[in-house]
Each structure stands twice: as structure tokens, then as C-alpha cells.
């Protein structure tokens, strides 16, 4: 659905039914994403036009919400994460037939794009091409904390691979949780936001 | 016909016939290196300063290790294949590799890098800042050392290698940082990775598994090198590059019987000279250096018999981890502070216990000596700890032992607390944890360290004459 246009729900919201997904209880949880679904489709179509954002890095962690809040704000609509906590476990399911045992290691370490620290590292950034083709991203923001050196290794090459194959800029920020740094992230984001709208 | 290079090169050794010899080489190099006149008299000033020059052995070092610069420097337009290995380093991997194929460049870029611009230049900083520029930024805590070779890379000091080889068995970070050589010059990379498994206070047992992860490793580098280089690794090359290697560790541990004297007869920036380029080349730098030392030795021995030395007799003796690489003043300014070094931690060999499984490939017999043998670091953090403080109670009449861990090589710094309370638990001797960089001293140069050195050198002194 986060591929459509217009976007059925805000990337804000999504990220914190995932993150709520960490925690509720499972049966829960499915009954209200199931009646979420249904309540999505039926409501009117969503407003805003704003860039499509595919927002990746290291860590996006359960109340650490300033560069999604952030691109909302300055008008950008996140379309899709990619984070080692985020949506990455989902893209594939564990076969339940055979060797269970087997089939969970097969889905952890063959399935499941690894993450940076993984070598070599391109499975994920042609992943990350992939999801900014398929969600019809106009930017991406790149997002990693501070002292995740794989990430901020990756970050300095993959804007070249990413222009290469889609296009598409990329703008990186780094964060050490540090609240005095939402305004320096504000103006990057903001300006990014503009400098991508169509 | 002399030109401006020649003085620092016969103050780093070089014979006069050697120079000639060598002119066009030199010149490309120097002229890569962005090495004028000026250059050389800082070079002069910074040798004479940090280096004991009245030593031919000493001088000889100096030189080998330029010789070595020069190898790398020219390799590629000299029609060489080329191989880069990554620290720290199993060595045998990348002498196997040396010794099996004429005209391939086997070395650790970097060290060697540190070795010559750092220690003899002291113009290391502009090749820091462009491994900055591209892709190792400052502030993150990554590692100096490959922000030289990258740095070296993208200046065009250094060529791109053929193949090159990550020590993704200790380090995470300098592998990734083979990534960024394989999408930036297509390098294609060999990732050895391992598993520093073992629960705290199991050393030197390990999981035999880990030999046979790691070994197979090793052999599947074997593999790559035949599938990229072209060439298979010959298994025998190692019994005929035996003789060399030891004949080379059998006179650098003379030197560390003659080191054992006291008053300490030269500083260990001499020394290191000699122990790392054993480690971070497999051509010239190796041939060369143990003609050096073989030079070195005697002289060594006079100064012992005439009671000369370069701290007081009597002077508290400490163990360091290892000399900076780059920078051979930070040593220096220990041992000004009235303390001698007659050792380094990584240079005691203990003799490891027996094999207890009977590997059957290279690889596993390589990756058993290592986790077995070694310096305790390949085996696991306990390890590290563990044969530090065994290093003390093997080295009589240590009095202090400075950890001056690598701040941003997450293997050695995040056991620096832990490292410090074994020690001095285990053998009573006061530790001081020393944050430092062995590769750039822009941050962590012998000023900013003075204090806390000057301090523990007066209580090691209060404390000997206490005792």
C-alpha cells in the first residue's frame, strides 16, 4: 500500500506500528493491523504531494523519531525504512516445512539482506536500489549513529551507485542522540526536501 | 652526479653505489611522494632527532625500510601484481603468497607508509587527511592506519592492488574499508574472517572449531589468489623461505637478549624498526632489514659491554604494547621521562602449548599457531589479558607496564579497563592505560601524553626506591 499514490498513511505512522509490533501482543496486534488495513482502504484517498522518501541507515530505535518527524515537517513523505530494527526482518517468511531449526538459520544469514557490517556490502545497497525504484522514491536520506562505522563507510560510496542506477540524491545525517542537534538537522533535511521537490 | 636526496640517504644507510644504482627510481618515487629539498632537511632534523644515527644498524633499518617504500611506490608501473594485506596481520599467508610467484608485491602498504612518511618524513599528515577526504572521515574513530592507505590510494602514492587481503579475523572496521577499496577500484577482496569465540578465562584452550572456521578461511584465500593472481600458492615455498625468517627472528631475539641489559642499551624505536618490517613486507624490506640487524648486533652488544645505554642504570623498566608507527617521538619522550623499555609486550614469545588436534590443511596449521600461539590477540580478549601479565612475570624486572592501546581499534580498546585490573591483580605490577594512535599523532602526540607519563614514571621511581 506505501507504494500507491496517493500514500495511505504517514511514514511517522508506520514506523510506530512497527516499532509497536516489538512489544504488543502478537494475536493483538494482527487483529489491528488486519482492521487497519480494511479502515485504509475504505477512507478517503491521502493528502500531500510532498517527496517520496526512502529513509535508511544503522539504527531507527523505538522513540528516536526526530529525522521522521523532521522530513514530515519540511514536507517530505516517508515511503519506506530500511534499518537493521526496522522493516528488514519482514521481507521473507520461515519455511515451516523440514528442518525448523534450519530453515530460521536460512532465513537469518541467506534470506534477509544483511546489514552494513556484512562483507562484501552490496547485497543491501542494491536492495536499497530496488526499494527506492519500487516505492518510487525522489530522495533518500540516509540516517546512521555516530561510531557505526560500516554505515558511515557505506554512506561515502553509495551516493554514486545510488545516482548511478536511479538518479536519485542522497543527503546523510548522523546523530549521537544529542538534542542539541535537532536544528542543524532540521536545516540539512529542510533544505534536501526542497532542493528534491518536484 | 648527487642530487638532493642523497645526504638523508646515506644518513638512512644507503651506500653511494646503491644511490646511483637506484637514481631513476628514487627520483619517480620522490617525485610520487611529493618529496622535494625541503623535504629532506626536515627528514634529516626528524631522523637525527628521534633515531640514534650513530648506529649503522640503525641507519640500515632506515634504509630498508625506504627500499621497501620504493618497491611499493614503483610496483605497478614496474609490471608487478600486487597484493595488500591488512593489519594485524597473519604473516604467513601473504610470505606464502610472496614466495610462490616472482614479480608479485606482497606488503602492508600502510605500515610501510607510516614507517618511511611518518617516521622519516614526518609527512604523514597530508595522506591522513585524504583518507579523510575519501571516505574515513575524522571524528569517527576509524582507524589511522587505513586512513593512510586509503589516503595513499586516492593521492596516487600507492597503486591500486591486484587482490587484497582483509583481516576481518580481528578487525571489522578495516574490513568494511575493503569495501570501499572494491567499489572505488574494483579491487577484488579476500574477507578471512574468524571467531575470537572463547569465554573468559579460557586460554590458551580454544574451540578446535575455530581453528578449522578460520583455516578454512585461509584456504579458500588460497583459492582467490589462484582464481585473481593466476598463479597457485606452493605449499613448499614456505620450507625454502624458512631459513631467512629464521635466521631473521633469531637475530631480532638476540637483540632482545642484549635489550635486557641494563641500563637498556638503545630505545625501542630502534628495535621496532626491525620487528615490524618483518611483518609488514615479504621482499627487499625483509632481505635488507636482516643485513641491518646483523649490523646491529654488535653494536648493540659494545654498548652493552661499555655500560652505555639510553636511560639511567638502574632506571624503572616498563613494557609497552608497541612503538607508534608513525611517530617514533612518543617513545622518545617515555623514555626521557627517566624510564627504560627493554621490551615490547607484542615481541614476547612464550612457547605455545602443543597442537591438540592434528590439522590436516595449511590453513588450519596456520590458524592453529596463530589462536595457540601468537601474542594472545588472535585468541580472544581473555587471551590478550592474560598474556600480557604472563609477559611481565616472563620478562624479570618490569616495573611497569604502560597499555598504550590503539583508541579506535575496537579489539584492543575495549579491553584496555579489564586488560589494566588483570594485570595488576595477577602480577602486581602498576598499569598505566595509555589511549594513544599508532598510526597519527595529530591528537595524540608525546606533549599531550607527557603528564600522565611523567606522573607514572615518578611513581615508579618513588616505588623502586621504596622497595
Redesign the interface.
Known amino acids: 500500500m506505501r507504494k500507491s499514490e496517493p500514500l495511505p498513511l504517514s511514514g511517522r505512522d508506520f514506523i510506530a506500528l512497527n516499532h509497536a509490533s516489538f512489544i504488543a501482543d502478537k494475536e493483538f496486534m494482527v487483529d489491528l493491523l488486519e482492521s487497519l488495513v480494511k479502515e485504509l482502504r475504505k477512507q478517503a484517498p491521502g493528502s500531500g504531494n510532498g517527496p517520496r522518501i526512502l529513509l535508511t541507515g544503522s539504527t531507527l530505535a523505538q522513540g528516536d523519531y526526530k529525522v521522521p518527524d523532521i522530513i514530515e515537517e519540511a514536507g517530505g513523505r516517508v515511503v519506506i525504512e530500511e534499518f537493521a530494527e526496522g522493516i528488514r526482518p519482514y521481507w521473507e517468511e520461515v519455511k515451516l516445512e523440514g528442518d525448523l531449526m534450519k530453515n530460521l538459520a536460512d532465513s537469518y544469514f541467506m534470506q534477509r539482506v544483511p546489514p552494513a557490517w556484512f562483507r562484501p556490502g552490496r547485497e543491501r545497497l542494491n536492495f536499497l536500489v530496488d526499494l527506492a525504484r519500487d516505492f518510487h522514491v525522489d530522495g533518500v536520506i540516509w540516517y546512521h549513529l555516530m561510531y557505526r562505522e560500516s554505515y558511515k563507510i557505506e554512506s561515502y560510496y553509495f551516493p554514486d551507485i545510488l545516482k548511478r542506477e536511479t538518479g536519485l540524491r542522497m543527503l546523510t545525517v548522523e546523530s549521537d542522540y544529542d538534542a542539541t542537534e535537532t536544528g542543524p538537522l532540521q536545516t540539512r533535511i529542510e533544505t534536501f526536501i526542497e532542493t528534491i521537490r518536484r | 652526479m648527487s642530487n638532493y636526496y642523497d645526504d638523508l640517504l646515506q644518513l638512512c644507510g644507503w651506500e653511494i653505489e646503491e644511490i646511483e644504482n637506484e637514481r631513476p627510481r628514487i627520483e619517480k618515487t620522490f617525485q610520487r611522494l611529493e618529496l622535494g629539498p625541503e623535504d629532506m632537511e626536515t627528514a634529516d632534523a626528524w631522523v637525527r632527532q628521534n633515531h640514534d644515527v650513530t648506529l649503522m644498524g640503525v641507519r640500515k633499518l632506515l634504509g630498508a625500510w625506504l627500499k621497501e617504500l620504493i618497491d611499493l611506490i614503483l610496483a605497478k608501473d614496474e609490471g608487478k601484481k600486487i597484493v595488500y594485506y591488512s593489519f594485524p596481520t597473519v604473516v604467513r599467508p601473504g610470505m606464502l603468497i610472496a614466495a610462490s610467484a616472482e614479480g608479485t608485491y606482497v606488503g602492508g602498504p600502510d605500515v610501510i607508509l607510516c614507517h618511511t612518511m611518518g617516521q622519516i618524513f614526518n609527512k604523514l599528515t597530508p595522506i591522513l587527511e585524504a583518507g579523510e577526504e ?4 575524522p571524528g ?3 582507524c589511522s592506519i587505513w586512513q593512510v592507505k586509503v589516503g595513499a590510494l586516492a593521492k596516487g602514492i600507492i597503486p591500486p592492488p591486484d587482490m587484497a587481503i ?1 583481516s ?1 579475523y580481528f578487525c ?2 578495516g ?6 577499496l ?3 577500484y574494483g579491487t577484488p ?1 579476500e ?1 578471512v574472517d574468524g571467531t575470537m569465540d572463547s569465554a573468559w578465562g579460557e586460554y590458551p584452550d580454544y574451540l578446535p572449531e575455530r581453528a578449522e572456521f578460520l583455516g578454512a578461511q585461509f584456504n579458500q584465500l588460497f583459492d582467490k589468489v589462484k582464481e585473481v593472481m593466476g598463479f597457485e600458492v606452493d605449499f613448499k615455498a614456505w620450507d625454502k623461505m624458512m631459513p631467512t625468517i629464521r635466521q631473521y627472528f633469531g637475530d631480532l631475539y638476540r637483540i632482545f637478549e642484549l635489550m635486557q641489559a641494563d641500563p637498556v642499551p638503545v630505545s625501542s624505536v630502534e628495535v621496532e624498526l626491525a620487528s615490524i618490517l618483518a611483518v609488514a613486507c615479504t621482499g627487499r624490506g625483509i632481505a635488507e632489514g636482516a643485513k641491518a640487524i646483523k649490523i646491529l648486533i654488535p653494536e648493540i652488544e659494545k654498548r652493552v659491554e661499555e655500560n652505555m645505554g639510553v636511560a639511567e642504570k638502574g632506571a624503572p623498566r616498563v613494557m609497552i604494547v608497541l612503538p607508534s608507527f608513525s611517530d617514533p617521538s612518543i617513545v622518545r619522550m617515555i623514555e626521557n621521562t627517566g624510564l627504560a623499555i627493554p621490551i615490547c609486550a607484542l615481541d614476547v614469545r612464550v612457547q605455545p602449548p602443543p597442537p591438540k588436534v592434528q590439522h590436516n590443511t595449511v590453513g588450519e596449521r596456520i590458524a592453529d599457531g596463530e589462536i595457540r600461539g601468537g601474542v594472545g590477540l588472535f585468541h580472544s580478549s581473555f587471551g590478550t589479558c592474560h598474556r600480557m601479565a604472563a609477559n611481565l612475570e616472563q620478562v624479570k624486572g618490569i616495573d611497569g607496564f604502560i597499555y598504550n592501546y590503539q583508541f579506535n581499534c575496537r579489539p584492543v580498546a575495549q579491553v584496555s579497563h579489564s586488560l589494566k585490573r588483570w594485570v595488576e591483580e595477577k602480577t602486581g605490577v602498576p598499569c598505566l592505560s595509555l589511549e594513544n594512535d599508532i598510526g597519527d599523532s595529530r591528537s595524540y602526540s608525546a606533549a599531550a601524553m607527557r603528564t600522565r607519563v611523567e606522573t607514572f614514571a615518578e611513581m615508579l621511581k618513588t616505588r623502586k626506591v621504596a622497595n
Do not use: Q, R, T, V
Not at chain 2, 134 to 137: E, F, K, V, W
Not at chain 2, 175 to 180: E, Q, V, Y
Open positions: 575519501n571516505g574515513l572521515p569517527h574513530a576509524l582483509a576481518s571489522d572496521m574490513s568494511k574499508a575493503d569495501d570501499l572494491a567499489e572505488i577482496i574477507y
